[in-house]
């Protein structure tokens, strides 16, 4: 037994919650989704074996390269995702979810993301490491979650609007709530971890707090839309519609942030 063999384990037993999930979602069996979240979990409690012994095995933090980064990122999401399932109960979202978990565990497994440990580098040889880049990425988890259950509104509320709403489904209502409150949850991870952290490594590594790299900007970029999102909700009342939109393009950014920067983008974060 290895990290990769654990991991390999973890991508069948999230495939197998999607199926539940889905068989969920066309049936409307409630034992279908709860089977699922309780396979989601047993790959969690799987994949965080997977990371600790990947953790052991290079003597450094599990997310140093891209393969490594995109396994903790899959884990984030199926952390964030278990905490709002049980929490509010949303199981329709599931499917979604699921599958963009399991294309983040299909992308680190594929051959373009070389999943050997190498020694780290002078400027990854830091405990800031494993803050900054750990609480980014559990934010950009809960901004995972507020995407899909944007895009979940915007389809509620159309239907509700329209007045061919189904039965028992979640209301667009709740719906907007949970995302404001997963935006909530991930606004200040990421503040912390994006930024302030990565400040406070940048000054250690380099002797300057901010150096307008292009993932430090865009990292700016996607704390702007999220400020905005929380202002607008919260100071001028905003919600519905125009708030998820933010949220969306906001998910989006994040998603350039993590992978367009990384391949389009030369800059300090080259390493990455």
């Not at 991991?7 to 969920?24: D, N």
């Not at 052991?56 to 490594?68: D, K, L, R, V, W």
Request: include cysteine; hydrophobic fraction near 55%.
């Amino acid at each position: 037994m290895n990290e990769s063999t654990l991991f390999l384990i973890t991508f069948a037993v999230y495939f197998i919650a999607a199926f539940f999930y889905f068989v969920f979602l066309f049936s409307k069996k409630e034992s279908a989704a709860k089977t699922g979240l309780s396979v989601v979990t047993v790959g969690f409690f799987v994949h965080t074996l997977a990371l600790i012994w990947r953790t052991i095995e290079s003597g450094h933090a599990p997310f140093t390269n891209m393969y490594e980064s995109l396994s903790f990122l899959a884990w984030s999401g199926a952390l964030a995702y278990i905490i709002i399932e049980y929490k509010y109960n949303i199981r329709k979202a599931g499917p979604y979810l699921m599958l963009i978990i399991i294309g983040i565990m299909a992308l680190a497994s594929s051959p373009l993301m070389p999943d050997e440990a190498a020694p780290l580098m002078p400027a990854l040889q830091s405990y800031w490491l494993w803050l900054h880049v750990s609480v980014t990425l559990l934010g950009e988890a809960f901004f995972a979650v507020a995407f899909v259950t944007s895009i979940m509104y915007l389809v509620a509320d159309s239907r509700e609007k329209k007045g061919v709403a189904k039965e028992g489904a979640i209301t667009a209502e709740k719906l907007d709530s949970i995302s404001y409150r997963c935006v909530a949850v991930g606004f200040p991870l990421f503040t912390l971890g994006g930024l302030v952290f990565g400040m406070v490594w940048a000054y250690k590594a380099w002797g300057s707090y901010w150096s307008w790299d292009p993932k430090e900007t865009w990292s700016l970029i996607t704390w702007f839309v999220f400020a905005l999102y929380l202002h607008t909700r919260i100071v001028m009342g905003w919600k519905g519609r125009r708030s998820a939109l933010i949220a969306i393009i906001g998910f989006l950014a994040a998603l350039f942030t993590y992978f367009g920067v990384n391949y389009l983008l030369a800059g300090l974060h080259s390493y990455a």
